[in-house]
């Protein structure tokens, strides 16, 4: 049987392009004799929808487009997910062949944790489906009904099914593809089947999907793997009755069958018997890359999809010559093109030469627009119509400047601002409010500061050359908006830092714990600090989620909170 995983990236509510991708997708299947070609969850309608599910006129349209997508399925089986209403919403895979929906498939298991919310959107499926295909049952499945232990893949099986399909949008951050692997791997071995997984791929808003779309046989073995954070299209051959031999021999199942009250019941859709296949297709498994270069590709993926599918053309990014800024603008230069750059350097009296340079040598190297706006005489006029600016007021009021600079020339070129600050400054609220948090999107929100040293020298390695000047990555961080500021003067120094947040935000120690890991001190400070600054994280701009738990989706804490714990 040849089947073919097509890792798209599309667009929510872009209904017309997503069918167009879609189909397209179908016309290339189709021309590779495919018998079945999957789809990712939702790809109809892009996910998350959101709150777009609750509009009946989108739920309507979007059916109307799965419609149109079965009328063009006329040379091979496509399994392609969208919402599906009768009575209730579901989240659902709609079998289309012969011009013609022939069945729907609905996802048992909903997600409502981390950034997934859909108990608020969609009901639960209750029955199962089987392709037959010949000799060949195929079991579809959603999603999160794959990393559930048992039903509804256990159920397959037992009702006969030995490959097993998953639509799937399941979002990335440093590492998720081989853990999920690892655990498709457990399925296939559990349930002696093969199976056969297809990721959305693509940026929207903080998520990005990496793909990695893979099949694998009864034993778990990998038979061929797409690429992370592109689009394509893998097709292959597999021969899922090779899976009977293994379950005659290994009878564990059957012990799972005895225990039920009565059998599996599954709604069986036939369908065309697989197509005489020419040459053996057996495309090579791409392999992984490293956690530096999964965070660079995440990040261009992001930066690249919410730029393009938002309809800018160029991005703007105050430069300082520190390390966040210069990262944010090599990154943006790899994902977007140098010439839809342009970085400004607002010197106050500050700033020292070396930064400076290194805000123009940065730029030139990356070949990006690049000018220079002084601020010291709008910071005077500031002073002077405001008399008594002091302290902390005095040197805000150096970045709001900066941000009022960027946002003009955003509003007058169309330019979007990019944010620069990095996750450890988010947490501990180390940056300015409508100063240096004035952007549309944050790319580094989720890199830790020791990250973004990694990180620039990575992207350096990668380009053979120095993209980031070596001054840059050596120089004490400083916000240089007061004489010989450093950032460790108001903070631990970061490989300190880091990993007390890691543990208090990511993973949710409580202050116990961390005083036995960490010295008390640091771990009080630090704690206060994070608590305080939540007002300050609501009013950030979205970033790219890049670790296990992000600002963002996937943490809601209050503002208005006294627990100290």
Not at 98 to 116: D, I
Not at 217 to 228: F, M, N, S
Not at 405 to 428: P, Q, R, Y
Request: aromatic share 6%.
């Amino acid at each position: 049987m040849r089947i073919a995983l097509a890792q798209l990236n599309v667009v929510v509510g872009d209904l017309d392009g997503n069918v167009e991708r879609i189909t397209k997708a179908v016309a290339e299947a189709t021309g590779a004799t495919a018998d079945l070609v999957v789809f990712p969850e939702l790809a109809v309608t892009g996910y998350p929808p959101e709150d777009l599910l609750l509009r009946p006129g989108f739920v309507r349209a979007a059916r109307e487009a799965v419609d149109e997508v079965a009328r063009a399925c006329t040379g091979t089986v496509a399994l392609v997910g969208a919402p599906a209403f009768d009575r209730d919403l579901t989240n659902a895979a709609f079998v289309c062949a012969e011009g013609t929906v022939q069945g729907v498939y609905r996802k048992h298991f909903l997600p409502n944790y981390g950034v997934f919310d859909e108990h608020r959107y969609f009901a639960s499926g209750r029955e199962l489906v089987l392709l037959e295909f010949g000799e060949v049952l195929v079991g579809p499945t959603i999603c999160e009904d794959v990393w559930q232990p048992g039903p509804p893949a256990t159920d397959l099986a037992l009702a006969g099914a030995t490959l097993l399909v998953n639509l799937s949008a399941s979002p990335f951050h440093v590492g998720k593809a081989e853990d999920r692997e690892e655990m498709l791997v457990t399925r296939a071995r559990d349930n002696a089947l093969y199976v056969a997984f297809c990721n959305l791929v693509g940026g929207q808003d903080e998520l990005v999907f990496d793909g990695h779309s893979v099949v694998l046989d009864d034993e778990g073995e990998v038979i061929a793997r797409a690429p992370g954070f592109e689009e394509a299209l893998l097709v292959v051959d597999v021969d899922p009755t090779e899976a009977i031999g293994r379950r005659l021999r290994d009878v564990r199942r059957r012990e799972l069958g005895r225990a039920r009250s009565e059998p599996p019941v599954a709604t069986t859709i036939r369908l065309s018997a697989p197509h005489p296949v020419g040459e053996h297709l057996a495309p090579a498994a791409v392999p992984f890359a490293t956690d530096l270069e999964q965070m660079r590709l995440g990040l261009s993926l992001g930066l690249r999809d919410y730029v393009r599918k938002n309809g800018f053309a160029d991005v703007v990014i105050g430069i300082s010559g520190g390390i966040d800024s210069a990262l944010t603008a090599a990154i943006a230069a790899d994902a977007l093109g140098a010439e839809r750059v342009h970085t400004v350097s607002m010197p106050s009296r500050f700033s020292s030469e070396g930064t400076r340079d290194d805000a123009r040598e940065v730029s030139e190297n990356l070949g990006v627009d690049f000018r220079e706006i002084p601020i010291e005489e709008v910071v005077r006029a500031f002073h002077e119509a405001l008399d008594g600016l002091d302290g902390l007021a005095a040197e805000n009021l150096q970045a709001r400047i900066r941000g009022t600079i960027l946002m003009a020339l955003s509003n007058t070129h169309g330019w979007l601002v990019l944010a620069t600050g990095n996750k450890s400054e988010m947490a501990v609220g180390y940056a300015t409010i409508y100063g240096d948090m004035v952007g549309g999107y944050a790319l580094l929100k989720d890199v830790f500061k020791t990250d973004v040293f990694r990180l620039s020298r990575h992207l350096n390695e990668r380009a053979g050359r120095e993209l980031i000047p070596v001054s840059t990555i050596e120089r004490p961080p400083t916000a240089e908006l007061r004489a010989d500021q450093r950032d460790d003067q108001s903070l631990p120094p970061y490989e300190v830092l880091d990993p007390v947040l890691e543990a208090y935000v990511e993973l949710d120690r409580s202050r116990e714990e961390l005083e036995e890991l960490f010295d008390p001190a640091i771990v009080a400070r630090t704690l206060a600090l994070v608590d305080r600054a939540e007002y300050k994280r609501r009013q950030a701009a979205p970033g790219v989620k890049l670790r296990p738990r992000a600002f963002g989706r996937d943490w809601r804490a209050p503002i208005t909170n006294r627990w100290r714990g």
